[in-house]
């Protein structure tokens, strides 16, 4: 499991929300994060595929109407993606699960399909070189990194991108 988002990183998510209007965001793996685009006005879809950590934030974020988390049930490779929430969002943030080819690129099973739901995505600890590798596969694609946190305020970064 990933440490937390920084406070300089919080503030750049948070900042990056209120400046494009992000309404809608889809999450994958909830936290501090969560509570970031919370603070920035927007309606939260989270995921989370750990049962323990399911009820953790199920209780942590109880009673808040914009803030909805799900259980990601993995039963198997490639992860399949529960349909109902919404078709589309306008920010897809993803900080978890790991995915099918860990080994060599983290995270990349939820990235993908991330990419057929939101026109941005963040991706967290992407200075990690199994991040760097899903990156590469990203640009290969036709995704450019639009945005990232300041290095000053970041241990392991987080990037933002859109198709090209």
Known sequence: MSASPTEGELIFLENFCKERGIRNVIEFGPGKSTEAFARAGCHVHSYEPSELYFFKYRRKFNGMPNIEIRLLRITGFP????????????????????????????????????????????????KRRKEKNTLDILAEIGWNVIAQSPEEDTRKGIVILEKK
């Not at 969002?89 to 099918?100: C, H, I, K, N, R």
């Not at 099973?109 to 026109?119: M, N, Y």
């Open 79 to 126: 992860l399949a993606y529960p349909i109902g929430w919404k078709d589309m969002y306008d920010f897809a943030f993803v900080d978890s699960p790991v995915g099918a080819s860990y080994k060599y690129f983290s995270r990349l099973d939820t990235v993908l399909h991330s990419l057929t739901i939101a026109p941005l995505i963040g991706l967290h600890d992407a």
